[in-house]
Every structure is written in structure tokens, then in C-alpha cells.
């Protein structure tokens, strides 16, 4: 069956270190892969995307990897904040309009 | 700010009650979500309207009802809810389809609580 999982429900980490954050899915074919950050009560918003045929993409202090033998995606935060506590989702869609979201990790940047 | 706006953001209702959730967006996108989100669970796709027409129905209960009206409204009309409907309902909107940009831009969501 079709699977998503991200690494831990929870991640603590100190402030000013990078944050590591895992999706893996299993049965799915995604045309590509995007992260979101929700915040509580609040719609998720969406960080970045990266296509089946891209290793790599970065955005400020933030940068996904995916690698689609591994059947995985890699999300870093560097110089992590507090203000960088949310939930991050990871999110899949395979033929353009159906977008699953895996369980997301809870992330908190301890001061 | 979210450009997509959900009205309203809490809704209390009983089970015999019917009620209606509004979504609007005027980013010119041809694609618009509803997914329905528990407490600490990811959004659960619900329905998809393509160019305003349905295009994914995700096995929803009848009492779940969506419309389009135009390509910028999109509604969820509730009818006989049970308990376990009470959750956050978030819509989003897309460019459409065939687009490969693939982010979505999410309301800030109906509170939903069913009594």
C-alpha cells in the first residue's frame, strides 16, 4: 500500500544548529515533492518544491534534497531560530492534482 | 496574509443543523482543494474542482457537499454532521491543471465543532 513517513512525530534541537528533517514514501511515483511549515491553527505555506529529476534545491537557510532510489526527501535548516518552530509537512503528488501529505514533525528550536 | 479566504473561521453547529463554508480566491487559479485536517494529523484531501468542474471526490460522506460556483468561490455545505466531523476544514487553490508549479496556497481554515 501507499505510504509517507516523516522520520519522528517531534524534533528538538538547539538554537543556531541545523535541523534535519525526513520524508520517505513507499509506492508512489511523484512527479515531485514540496514542504510546507503549519503553524497551529493556521493552513500550512509552502516552502519549497523539488521535480523527480533535481537533487538539490535551496532557499535561504533552507535546502531538500530527494532521491527517488532511496525513495526519500532530506529538509535542513541551518542557523535554526525559535521562530522556526512549526510542524513541517511533507507533501507528494504524482499526477498534478492530488497532493498527500505525509504526518509531519514537530520541530522545536530550544533557545 | 493567506490570498485565499475562508469564511467562517469557527463554526459550532448540531448534528440536525445546516450550514455552509466559504472559500474565495482572486489569484486567477483554475484549481481549488478542500482537505479536512485533524488535531495533529496531516490535511486529508476531501474534493478537487478543476476549471469548476469536480475532479476528485475522495469516497466523502453524502452530508459533505461541495460547489463551485465560479472559478473564484468555492463552498462546502454541511448537512447531518456527526461528532467526529469536527475538525479544521482548510481549502487551498493552484494555478490548474497541467501547470508544473505545484504549490498550494491554503486558507487559514474553518474551525469546525459539531455538537
Known amino acids: 500500500s501507499q505510504k509517507i513517513e516523516q522520520n519522528s512525530e517531534a524534533l528538538n534541537i538547539q538554537e543556531g544548529k541545523t535541523a534535519t528533517l525526513t520524508c520517505n514514501y513507499t509506492?508512489?511515483?511523484?512527479?515531485?515533492l514540496q514542504w510546507y511549515r503549519q503553524d497551529p491553527g493556521r493552513g500550512p505555506v509552502f516552502l519549497l518544491l523539488i521535480r523527480e529529476n533535481e537533487k538539490e534545491k535551496r532557499k535561504e537557510r533552507l535546502k531538500v534534497t530527494f532521491d527517488t532510489t532511496l525513495k526519500q526527501s532530506l529538509f535542513h535548516i541551518t542557523a535554526s531560530q525559535p521562530a522556526d518552530s512549526a510542524t513541517y509537512l511533507c507533501?507528494?503528488?504524482?499526477?498534478?492534482?492530488?497532493?498527500?501529505f505525509g504526518p509531519g514533525t514537530r520541530l522545536s528550536v530550544l533557545p | 496574509d493567506t490570498e485565499v479566504t475562508q469564511t467562517p473561521k469557527h463554526l459550532v453547529m448540531g448534528m440536525t443543523n445546516k450550514k455552509s463554508l466559504k472559500c474565495e480566491q482572486h489569484m486567477g487559479h483554475r484549481a481549488m482543494y478542500w482537505y479536512k485536517q485533524k488535531a495533529k494529523k496531516p490535511p486529508e484531501l476531501m474534493f478537487v474542482?478543476?476549471?469548476?468542474?469536480?475532479?476528485i471526490n475522495e469516497s466523502v460522506p453524502s452530508r459533505f457537499s461541495p460547489e463551485c460556483p465560479n472559478s473564484s468561490l468555492l463552498n462546502l455545505h454541511l448537512h447531518a454532521l456527526q461528532p467526529e466531523d469536527s475538525a479544521l476544514y482548510l481549502c487551498?487553490?493552484?494555478?490548474?491543471?497541467?501547470?508544473?508549479?505545484?504549490?498550494?496556497?491554503f486558507g487559514e481554515g474553518s474551525r469546525l465543532t459539531v455538537l
Open positions: 487551498a487553490s493552484r494555478p490548474g491543471r497541467g501547470e508544473n508549479t505545484g504549490e498550494l496556497f
Open positions: 507533501a507528494l503528488t504524482t499526477y498534478g492534482q492530488n497532493f498527500v
Open positions: 509506492n508512489y511515483s511523484p512527479a515531485y
Open positions: 474542482y478543476s476549471y469548476e468542474k469536480l475532479s
